[in-house]
C-alpha cells in the first residue's frame, strides 16, 4: 500500500513524486515511456520555473549538462519590436531551454534519489474504485497497485482525468497549431516573433542545437500540410530572414520537422475521492508564451503541500486538494487568459497599443518580460496605472 501513485513521470510527475518521497511518503512514479525519451514541447524553463529547480537542488545538475543559458530576448509583433531581457530573479538572470530527453531523466532521477519507486515501460489501464473512490491502478500487464491518492501528471489527455470524469470547467479553443525542428551551426539568442497570422520561435537547447518552430492559425492546418516543409521555411523567411540566412547558409537540421495541433486551453476538475491531478492534466493553455513546465513545477510543489498536509493528518484530503485547486486557478488565471490571446496571433487594440508602446520606449520593456519571467503578474502589468506609464 503506497501513500500516493503518480501516474505520469515529466514536468509535472517527477517533482510531485520527489517532493512527497522527500516528506517521508511511500511513493510509486509509473509512466509507459522510458527514460531518456522525447515529447512535444517549448523546452522553455522560466526564471521561476528555474528557481523552482534551485529550490529543490536540481539547477546546479542541468547546468552541467551543457543547456545554453539565454540572456537575451527579441519579441515582436509584426512591425513593433522590443528587445530586452527580465530582472534577475532568485538571483538567477537567465533561462534555459534544455531538450526534454535531457530534462525529464534529472527529475525523475531526483524522485527515485528521493525514495520513491520508479517503474518505467507501465502502463495505467484501469482505475481502481471501490466505495465511490479511486483506491489504486491497474496496469497492462494486469498487476494492481493501492495506494491513499493517485496522482494523474500524464499530459492534456490523461487517462487518470478520463477514467476519473474529471470534468472540464473552462475552456478557450485553441487558435493555433506548430511545426518545429532542430538545427546545428546557428547562432542567435531567443526570439519569439508574431507577424501576420504567423509566429516563429528560436531559442538554443544546447548541445549545439537550436529550436525552430512556427506556428500558423488552425484553419490553415490543412493547406500547410501539403508541403510542410517548404510551407515551414517561407514563414522563417517572412518573419525572421536572418534566421532563414543562417539555415541556408551552413544550418543543419538533425530531425525532421515535428507537426501538431494545439489542445484547447483550459482548466479540468482536479480533485476528487481519492484522486488528483497536477500540470496539463488538470490546467492547460497556449505554449506560445514557453511557461508551461515553469508552471508544471510551481503546481506540483502546491499539490504535494496539499497532499503532504493530508497523509499527516493537518486536514482532511478533500479540503486540501480543493485548497490546492482554488489557489492554482487563481494565481495562473491572468497568464491563462494572456497566453490564449496571445496564441491567437492577432493582438487586440488596447495589447497591440501597448506592444507598440513598448517598442518605442524600450525602457519600459522589461515590465512585459517580467511578466513572462513570472517577477511580475499580469495584473500588475495591465493596471491602469502601470499602461498609462508605458503609453506615456
Not at 518521497?21 to 525519451?37: C, E, F, I, K, M
Not at 528555474?50 to 529543490?56: F, N, R, Y
Amino acid at each position: 500500500m503506497y501513500d500516493a501513485i503518480v501516474v505520469g513521470a515529466r514536468c509535472a510527475g517527477s517533482p510531485v513524486a520527489m517532493l512527497l518521497a522527500r516528506g517521508g511518503h511511500r511513493v510509486l512514479v509509473v509512466d509507459r515511456a522510458t527514460q531518456p525519451s522525447d515529447t512535444v514541447s517549448t523546452h522553455y524553463v522560466q526564471q521561476y520555473g528555474l528557481a523552482k529547480l534551485k529550490e529543490w537542488g536540481l539547477l546546479d545538475t542541468l547546468a552541467a549538462t551543457g543547456v545554453t543559458p539565454i540572456r537575451r530576448m527579441t519579441i515582436s509583433y509584426r512591425d513593433a519590436l522590443i528587445d530586452g531581457f527580465a530582472d534577475p530573479l532568485d538571483g538567477i538572470d537567465f533561462t534555459y531551454a534544455p531538450r526534454r530527453t535531457v530534462l525529464d531523466p534529472i527529475l525523475l532521477d531526483a524522485a527515485q534519489g528521493a525514495g520513491a519507486e520508479v517503474r518505467q515501460g507501465w502502463t495505467a489501464r484501469e482505475l481502481i474504485v471501490e466505495d465511490g473512490a479511486v483506491v489504486g491502478v491497474r496496469g497492462g500487464d494486469g498487476t494492481e497497485e493501492r495506494a491513499r491518492i493517485v496522482i494523474g501528471a500524464d499530459g492534456s489527455q490523461s487517462f487518470v482525468a478520463k477514467a476519473a470524469g474529471a470534468e472540464i470547467y473552462e475552456s478557450i479553443p485553441a487558435a493555433s497549431f506548430v511545426y518545429y525542428s532542430y538545427w546545428t551551426g546557428l547562432d542567435t539568442h531567443f526570439h519569439s516573433r508574431i507577424g501576420v497570422d504567423q509566429q516563429v520561435g528560436v531559442w538554443p537547447v544546447g548541445g549545439g542545437q537550436t529550436l525552430v518552430a512556427i506556428m500558423k492559425p488552425t484553419g490553415r492546418w490543412e493547406e500547410f500540410r501539403t508541403d510542410a516543409e517548404a510551407n515551414f521555411h517561407q514563414v522563417v523567411k517572412d518573419i525572421v530572414p536572418e534566421i532563414a540566412e543562417q539555415i541556408a547558409d551552413g544550418g543543419e537540421r538533425v530531425e525532421r520537422l515535428h507537426g501538431m495541433r494545439y489542445p484547447d486551453n483550459f482548466y479540468r476538475q482536479s480533485y476528487g475521492p481519492g484522486w488528483a491531478l497536477v500540470g496539463d492534466a488538470g490546467y492547460h493553455k497556449d505554449p506560445i508564451t514557453g511557461q508551461g513546465i515553469s508552471d508544471a513545477f510551481v503546481h506540483a510543489g502546491l499539490l504535494a503541500e496539499a497532499v503532504s498536509q493530508a497523509l499527516e493528518g493537518e486536514r482532511p484530503m478533500e479540503q486540501a486538494l480543493a485548497e490546492y485547486q482554488r489557489v492554482r486557478d487563481e494565481r495562473s488565471a491572468s497568464a491563462y487568459r494572456f497566453a490564449a490571446t496571445i496564441g491567437a496571433l492577432r493582438l487586440p487594440p488596447q495589447l497591440e497599443a501597448i506592444f507598440h508602446a513598448l517598442a518605442r520606449n524600450p525602457e519600459h520593456a522589461r515590465d512585459f518580460f517580467n511578466v513572462i519571467a513570472g517577477a511580475m503578474t499580469g495584473e500588475q502589468f495591465f493596471a491602469p496605472d502601470n499602461v498609462a506609464r508605458m503609453i506615456g
